[in-house]
């Protein structure tokens, strides 16, 4: 019932920045903690960064993996209902494609994935 939709994603080269966003026609994100996570060919997939709920209690409320802090910054547009991931200073490691998630309710939910990739 949850639909979560991912974009922005293509092939850049070392170094160039992409957009990466997520939104959903069924849920009010806001309401609900949403993360990025990512998956490369042979890989397990990580998570990437998390920002909470607007209403939640919790001191820390946006995370990031050591991989890419200082380069992405995740946030939220609640007029276009859209979580955004701005990924900077991408790095060949970077590649993945790249998922939206979303716990509601105590279920877990998933968006397609864009691809990201970053070669020379």
């Known amino acids: 019932q949850v639909h979560l939709v991912e974009s922005g994603g293509g092939l850049v080269q070392p170094g160039a920045s992409l957009t990466l966003s997520c939104t959903a026609s069924?849920?009010?994100?806001?309401?609900?903690?949403i993360s990025w996570f990512r998956q490369a060919p042979g890989k397990e997939r990580e998570g990437v960064s998390c920002i909470h709920s607007r209403f939640s209690t919790s001191e820390r409320s946006i995370t990031y993996a050591d991989s890419v802090k200082g380069r992405f910054t995740i946030s939220r547009d609640d007029a276009k209902n859209t979580v955004t991931l701005q990924s900077n200073s991408l790095k060949p490691e970077d590649t993945a494609v790249y998922y939206c998630?979303?716990?509601?309710?105590?279920?877990?939910?998933w968006g397609q994935g864009t691809q990201v990739t970053v070669s020379s």
């Open positions: 998630h979303a716990y509601v309710r105590g279920w877990h939910y």
């Open positions: 069924d849920l009010t994100l806001d309401y609900y903690a």
